[in-house]
């Protein structure tokens, strides 16, 4: 029985419909949602008769030039075919009714309602009403027997009744269906069908199979299943013939069983794949009407009840039955030059499965009707095979109307078939935002710079071109002599291409509006044989793939460049920047997936290539429908489920899914055709489209902007909901790193920006985890933080007293300080060894500096409270803690280290920041040994940023714990000169306000402390800590060496600043301990220097807020 799926043609708008033919089958009749009945002269009629009935019709019936509608307004109307004429109303219930159907005869009329009721009403008076209660909830459907002795309904309750017209009680009935509170909710429409002659079966849809029930005895007979059944079944309906039973399905599957043999002989697919909620068999059997729920009418021609397949496929299965007992070489007898395709006209062969299930949702894939099918019987093969007494047997009247056992025709012979899963069409080669090319108006080009329109039409073939910012270029209008039909547009040309045809070769043709001279455009032909299938722009470059598997580069100006081969058929082309993207075939895809491979290239200096042809990642069964670039350089893919997904560079070119643009369509014939990604600020730009996978030219149509939202689990969760903006956040900003690395400038506000609101969530997310008492989690989290935010959370932990967490998260960052201190050490090794590199001030000055740093910050931190620091305090910070090298802080041939500054430019706003004066006293005197690490990490410059050192830590990523490989020296240079001074000024507050959480001294491990001794000169307090530790030791013999040192800085507190002066300028001068009178005056030129620089501070104790205060006057 083979037939053909005309394409669908739109009847109605979205939503529910119903179809019926007339008596003789010359009409067409539909309903649906807009309240209109369309009657059809055939499928191709562009004008149908159109009757307005009611605000919405629900099920449409016809017999005997009378049209009868069940409408929303919970009447069932009567009105005159063909005239349309009402005709009054035949019933009534409380809500809407379902469905309506004629007896054979036409003279009674039956209608299920939403009431749960059941009523059979005489046409002729409709004051002839019978009611069938019983159902205990809407009723789906009802079906009357041929014979006027019963009425079949099925219900939400779960039940198929069948009940006694004539006394009004149910004779049978079976649970056999999901139960459903209303019709929206049902997964079934379950349409009833009685065998049409004698009414002897009843088919009733079950799930995925039809089971038949026997009318004599109400017992399940017979059951008609298939394996390309997935979806459950919605509709049924018998032939006029009796011999056949057509079923469409939920999921757009259209079967047709001969009944007898229970064999499925034709399976054709929905072409979009929607639901069909309404089929009706044509009276003569040829050809089969049905709708679906997004208002289309489609048609199968050719279904030939009355031709002899039917017998043809009873003898097919006998045969191959007898056949089967045979030697399996049997099956090869016959000549081996016919080919399997005899086999695969077998109806039952499973190689037509998958084939119709590969036909693909959009039209542009595949030709509606499909590759040409063979879904004859074995009598197809030939005009003689129709012998004519088979072709009279079926013309014989039958007793019982299902078909009696014919003779053999003749003997079949069965063969090997394969079962396996069937390859996917491959997807064409298309140019992302483009609209088809068969449209005579269509956009060949819309992406973030412009459009580029296409016309062809009677009256012209041009093109236009239209920038978004006319500042780069007016709109231009260009005649199209050469048939182009792709085109890309970038900030500099713009480039199109037309395949060749048999007399002209395939051309390029580039348009340069950038260009200086006076000759703005060039045209490239292709060898002859060699078609265009891709093309993109990137900056200063071209690049066009072809039929004969090759990409060839041209700079923007026309000189060729080079060409390379592709593993497979392209299918589209991206560029940005210096970054080529490619996507191939690189295989057949099976099964109804697209096996897609990508290539992405770097066309700058050093030409390389960044992804080698991996796989491309889609959904299920769905093809690519949009390939780019984000607008900073990021690339992107959408595919025809809507789903996005975007290159994560960080976790080796993995794919992330960052979107589903179907969660924002309101019905499933809605899509959205992407025209733009950006990830900051994180929106794809789209234009709706209803009931359309792409938009007209005309009207202008308008885009709408879709948030991003990564399937993290539990998003309705505060946990999962930050978790979800933590690591988007993270994704979409990896375009700092890099842009950066790719010598490109950056929006340091920004990155800065982002930064803060991650440690923000962290920092949610750490408290969260505290509350819940999930303490190993909050240790996972502190290893994503940055070092200043870890402090906030040792501090956060101690308040809660957490001591565990406190000491596990002291050990974290002690770890994390050694680690980037020693690669700090190893980078910054010049720079300590030779003085006169510095840029700064005097090389004896700046050796001070790092000596103090690397001996004596941890011990000139171990105060306990600054706001106790006295005068000392004022020049010591002046001399000594200025320089003070935080072991997360760079040098400045360093500037890609991790800076601790976690939250924003303004020098003043912490989001972390603990209200008050932030003594460490607050905190419990337990606390763990290692926390002091945490002073010498948050104890970095308070002096002003002179240095240029300081301000380059505004470009430090912050995420990576570790620190990153240090860039050259050039580019350090570059990235010192355009630090900013926001920069420094976050920089000095952030460190500050570190200062403030410093949690209570302890001991420091003294190892670093020896290593360090080898190398550096001496602190003053280390040298007077030398000459006077005896004495202590005398005054406390107990000691250990941590006790040692901090009451000694007590007593070295005492001494006045001239003193301590002295001490310092004594370490800075000389190694030798004992000559004052040098230091004394080394300490006076330095105090001159220091007076001349503008950086002494007051010589009076300052609390925290009070230095900030002045840090900030200074800057400014």
């Known amino acids: 029985m083979p037939c053909e799926r005309k394409p669908m043609r739109y009847g109605h708008s979205e939503g529910h419909t119903d179809v019926c033919f007339d008596n003789e089958g010359k009409c067409i009749v539909t309903c649906g949602s807009d309240g209109d009945v369309r009657i059809w002269e055939s499928l191709d009629d562009d004008d149908p008769k159109s009757i307005n009935v009611g605000e919405k019709v629900y099920s449409v019936a016809l017999k005997n030039g009378k049209l009868v509608t069940a409408v929303s307004n919970n009447t069932v109307q009567i009105h005159t075919f063909p005239e349309g004429d009402p005709d009054g109303i035949l019933t009534r219930f409380t809500t809407n009714a379902n469905h309506v159907t004629f007896n054979a005869s036409g003279s009674r009329v039956a209608a299920g309602s939403s009431d749960f009721l059941v009523k059979i009403v005489e046409v002729a008076d409709s004051s002839q009403q019978k009611t069938l209660r019983g159902h205990d909830a809407p009723v789906l459907s009802v079906a009357l027997d041929p014979s006027d002795e019963f009425l079949a309904s099925s219900s939400c309750d779960g039940s198929v009744t069948v009940w006694s017209i004539e006394s009004q009680t149910q004779v049978a009935q079976w649970k056999v269906l999901q139960t459903s509170s209303d019709v929206s909710n049902a997964k079934s429409l379950c ?7 004698s009414g002897k079966l009843l088919a009733v849809p079950v799930d995925l199979t039809i089971q038949l029930y026997d009318k004599t005895t109400w017992t399940h007979v017979s059951t008609l299943s298939d394996d390309l059944l997935t979806q ?11 011999k056949f039973l057509a079923a469409g399905t939920v999921g757009g599957n259209l079967l047709i069983w001969d009944v007898e043999a229970k064999l499925c002989i034709e399976r054709q697919k929905h072409e979009k794949g929607f639901t069909v909620c309404g089929m009706a068999w044509h009276p003569s059997g040829g050809r089969i009407a049905y709708t679906d729920t997004e208002g289309c009418l489609g048609l199968l021609e050719g279904v030939s009840s009355s031709s002899p397949s039917s017998s043809s496929t009873v003898q097919n299965t006998k045969a191959t039955a007898a056949k089967e007992a045979n030697d399996y070489d049997d099956l090869f007898d016959e000549d081996d030059d016919r080919m399997l395709d005899d086999g695969a006209s077998d109806p039952r062969s499973p190689v037509k499965k998958p084939i119709m299930d590969d036909d693909d949702d959009d039209d542009d894939l595949m030709p509606a009707t499909g ?5 004859g019987s074995f009598l197809d093969d030939d005009d003689n095979s129709q012998d004519p007494g088979s072709v009279k047997l079926d013309g014989l009247p039958e007793e019982d109307g299902i078909g009696a056992v014919h003779p053999a025709v003749g003997p079949i012979v069965s063969r090997p078939v394969y079962e396996g899963p069937m390859p996917t069409q491959p997807q064409r080669a298309f140019q992302p935002g483009s609209t088809p090319v068969h449209l005579m108006h269509r956009f060949m080009m819309w ?15 041009a093109i236009d071109v239209e920038f978004h910012d006319t500042a780069i270029h007016h709109a231009m209008h260009l005649t199209n002599s050469l048939g182009h039909t792709m085109a890309d547009l970038s900030q500099e040309a713009v480039l199109l291409a037309c395949e060749g045809t048999d007399e002209l070769a395939s051309k390029i043709q580039c348009l340069h509006f950038s260009c200086w001279d006076t000759h703005k455009d060039w045209i ?18 071209a690049a066009v793939a072809t039929s004969a598997l090759v990409v060839r580069l041209f700079s923007i100006g026309g000189v060729q460049k080079e060409i390379f081969s592709l593993p497979g058929a392209v299918v589209c082309m991206a560029g940005h920047g210096e970054q080529l993207l490619i996507v191939y075939h690189r295989g057949t895809g099976f099964d109804g997936d697209q096996a897609l491979g990508i290539q992405l290239l770097q066309l700058g200096r050093k030409r390389r290539q960044v992804i080698h042809g991996e796989p491309l990642p889609l959904s299920q069964k769905s093809y690519l429908t949009w390939m780019g670039f984000t607008a900073e350089g990021t690339p ?4 025809s489920e809507g789903a996005g997904r975007m290159l994560n560079r960080t976790l080796g070119n993995t794919w992330t899914p960052v979107c589903n643009t179907r969660d924002a369509c309101k019905s499933k014939s809605d899509h959205y055709w992407v025209v733009g990604v950006h990830e900051n600020p994180q929106q794809i730009r789209c234009i709706p489209c209803k009931g359309s996978r792409f938009p007209p030219t005309l009207p202008r149509p308008a885009v709408a902007v879709l948030p991003f939202n990564l399937p993290y689990c539990q998003t309705t969760t505060e946990k999962g909901q930050m978790e979800e903006q933590y690591w988007r956040s993270m994704l979409f900003h990896n375009h700092f790193g890099f842009l950066s690395s790719s010598g490109y400038e950056i929006d340091s506000e920004g990155q800065s920006q982002a930064e803060k609101e991650q440690q923000e969530l962290l920092m949610k997310m750490f408290a969260l985890s505290c509350k819940l008492e999930r303490e190993f989690r909050c240790v996972e989290l502190a290893e994503l933080m940055t070092h200043s935010v870890v402090t906030l959370a040792i501090r956060y932990a101690s308040r809660s007293r957490r001591m565990a967490l406190a000491q596990r998260l002291s050990e974290l960052a002690l770890e994390k300080a050694n680690q980037i201190q020693e690669e700090q050490e190893e980078e910054d090794e ?14 004896n000055r700046m050796n001070s500096r790092q000596a103090q740093a690397e001996n004596g910050c941890e011990e000139e931190e171990e105060e306990e409270e600054y706001p106790q620091e006295e005068q000392m305090e004022a020049e010591e910070s002046t001399e000594t803690r200025k320089p003070c090298l935080n072991p997360f802080k760079k040098g400045e041939k360093s500037p890609e280290r991790p800076s601790p500054k976690p939250m924003s430019r303004e020098g003043r706003v912490n989001p972390f920041k603990v209200s008050g004066s932030g003594k460490s006293s607050s905190s419990p005197a337990g606390q763990p040994r290692t926390t002091n690490v945490l002073d010498s990490m948050t104890m970095s410059s308070r002096k002003p940023a002179t240095f240029s050192g300081t301000s380059k830590q505004g470009k430090a990523p912050v995420l990576k714990p570790l620190a990153p490989k240090p860039k050259s020296k050039t580019q350090a240079t570059l990235l010192q000169m355009s630090a900013s001074k926001g920069n420094s000024k976050k920089q000095e507050h952030s460190q500050s306000g570190a200062e403030k959480v410093k949690p209570a001294p302890a001991a420091t491990p003294p190892v670093p402390e020896e290593n360090i001794e080898n190398r550096k000169p001496k602190t003053g307090f280390q040298l007077w800590l030398e000459e006077n530790r005896k004495s202590i030791l005398a005054d406390n013999p107990d000691f250990e060496e941590m006790d040692v040192i901090k009451e000694g800085m007590g007593r070295f507190r005492t001494l006045s600043a001239e003193e301590r002066l002295n001490w310092s300028e004594r370490a800075k001068g000389d190694s030798d301990p004992k000559k004052r009178k040098r230091e004394d005056e080394a300490g006076q030129v330095d105090e001159h220097m220091e007076s001349d620089e503008g950086s002494a501070k007051k010589k009076k104790p300052l609390d925290a807020s009070a230095k900030l205060s002045a840090f900030a006057f200074n800057k400014e």
């Open 636 to 639: 992107c893919c959408i595919d």
């Open 830 to 843: 010049p720079a300590y060894q030779s003085h006169t590199s510095r840029e700064y001030r005097g090389s």
């Open 232 to 242: 459950v079944v919605n509709v049924v309906v018998w032939s006029p013939c009796g």
């Open 191 to 197: 349409r009833l069908a009685w065998h049409p002659r």
């Open 447 to 461: 992406n973030s710079v412009g459009i580029v329109r296409g016309y062809n039409d009677d009256q012209d073939n």
């Open 524 to 541: 490239v032909d292709l060898p002859k044989g060699e078609d265009v299938r891709a093309l993109c722009l990137g900056l200063g470059w």
């Open 371 to 375: 590759r040409p099918r063979n879904r």
